[in-house]
């Protein structure tokens, strides 16, 4: 007897397959997440009297949740989303990333490369599964305050996936 296969038969029987359930889901960053973060940072930068801009990014780059707080200026909301760009493509933070690229060291060129940048107020988005899911940047306050609002941030989401 001869069995004949029709795509229809192939798709189907791929469908029977437990192929997406054997795979590993790997964690991202939820819209739900990010806002909760940024609320953190928001509220952090309210409670020291600060203005700024707070930009959250994926693992890749791409923009998740953004907002402003009043009367900033758009190069600070332009250079938060550099800042979140750094933390969540690179696995440093970017005042780690300025450290390690001082003049005459060997990475010194690093902070040269477009879309990266060396001043503190980029935070990575690490889980404590040690998955870096993301990117945090904060810009407006001076660079020390930056960090500490995006670290502010940092905590919530990563508290949001416990």
Sequence with gaps: MKTTFTLSTILGLSLLTPYASAQESRPY????AAKTGAAA?????SENSLRVAISIKDRGGRLIHFMRMDD???KQVEFAGIKAETAATTPLSTKRLGEVAQPGSALAGLVYVPGLN???G?????LKTGYNIGGVGVSGA???QDGECARAAVA????SYE
């Design 122 to 126: 980029g935070e990575p988005i690490t």
């Design 41 to 45: 940072c928001e509220a952090y930068a």
């Design 29 to 32: 960053l939820t819209l739900d």
């Design 142 to 144: 001076s660079p020390a």
């Design 118 to 120: 060396g001043i503190e």
């Design 72 to 74: 900033v200026y758009q």
């Design 156 to 159: 919530a989401i990563n508290k």
